[in-house]
């Protein structure tokens, strides 16, 4: 079915899950319960292949199979959106892929080669934008390629919007100011860091959330949209935990905190692969498990 592209971006950008079988091979049968309960909880749009989805993790071959399993299991209910990236030969690949498999849009994560120069990132962009043609969003994870190179970034064609997943909102207001005026631009730091963005002008966020308790993710989306960032804040601070279980071990838990709680509530949907740590310590599943506890979660 047709879909509001634009609209669905500025809410929730759900980040799905990699299931994995416990002797660490994906899974994608099990991600199928998570779609479910975060599409009816109402969560916009649905990403495969991003960070929590342990994109890194994952061979090419296994990227493109969770896309196309992502694909199955959404039915075009809500747009999938398909995370792409490492060498531009990868990159490319997997957008085609993306496309043959039924996504609405691409996310190119930021390339992290120690040599990437702001024009070389221009050109690796707009190397995936005609390898697929498909609309772009940017995951920004570094701002330190300055404004004039995000500015560039998002005047290649097919580019529609930003994926801002840096703490600095000073600096996602200039990149606003200088890019075109229909650039979305998305909270790409999940529901702690949405408000501050909300304040400069950004609409809707990244959630690793949605896959344990969407409902709550939805709340808070609700809340900011309409203007009421006392409450808000309030649902934030309920769901804080989380995200600082989450943060921990230089933010080495992200993943590990989502299948964790997956596991705690009744749909375990197996390890997080190295680097990512396994299992939580025990302080990190205490807080974790009371989090849960005190707020009744289950799958």
């Not at 959404?74 to 085609?96: E, F, M, N």
């Not at 993306?98 to 996504?103: E, F």
């Not at 290649?156 to 207001?173: F, I, M």
């Amino acid at each position: 079915m047709p879909h509001d592209l634009t609209k669905a971006l500025t809410g929730i950008s759900g980040i799905l899950v990699t299931p994995m079988t416990t002797d660490g091979k994906i899974d994608p049968d099990r991600q199928k319960p998570v779609v479910e309960k975060a599409i009816a909880a109402g969560v916009h749009v649905l990403t495969a292949n991003g960070n929590t989805g342990e994109f890194y993790s994952l061979s090419l071959d296994e990227a493109e199979e969770m896309c196309r399993a992502a694909a199955r299991h959404i039915q075009g209910r809500v747009p999938l959106v398909a995370g792409v990236g490492r060498s531009v030969v990868d990159a490319c690949q997997l957008a085609r892929s993306a496309k043959a498999a039924g996504a609405d849009a691409l996310m190119i994560h930021q390339p992290p080669d120690p040599f990437a120069a702001p024009r070389g990132l221009v050109a690796y962009v707009h190397a995936v934008s005609e390898a697929a043609d498909l609309p772009i969003m940017l995951y920004l994870r570094n701002d330190t390629i300055g404004t004039q190179a995000i500015a560039d970034l998002c005047a290649v064609p097919g580019v529609v919007g930003v994926k801002w997943a840096t703490p600095n909102p000073l600096k996602l207001a200039d990149a606003m100011a200088a890019s075109d005026p229909d650039i979305i631009w998305v909270g790409g730091l999940a529901e702690v860091w949405a408000p501050p963005f909300y304040a400069v002008g950004a609409r809707g966020f990244t959630s690793g959330l949605i896959n344990v308790w969407p409902e709550r993710s939805v709340a808070i989306h609700a809340a900011l949209d309409s203007g009421d960032y006392a409450l808000a804040n309030t649902l934030i601070a309920e769901m804080k935990p989380f995200e600082d279980v989450r943060a921990q071990e230089s933010n080495g838990t992200n993943v590990t905190g989502v299948k964790a709680a997956l596991r705690a509530i009744g749909h375990d949907c197996g390890p997080a692969r190295p680097p990512s740590a396994w299992p939580l310590t025990e302080a990190q599943q205490a807080l974790l498990e009371g989090f849960i506890a005190r707020h009744a979660i289950t799958f």
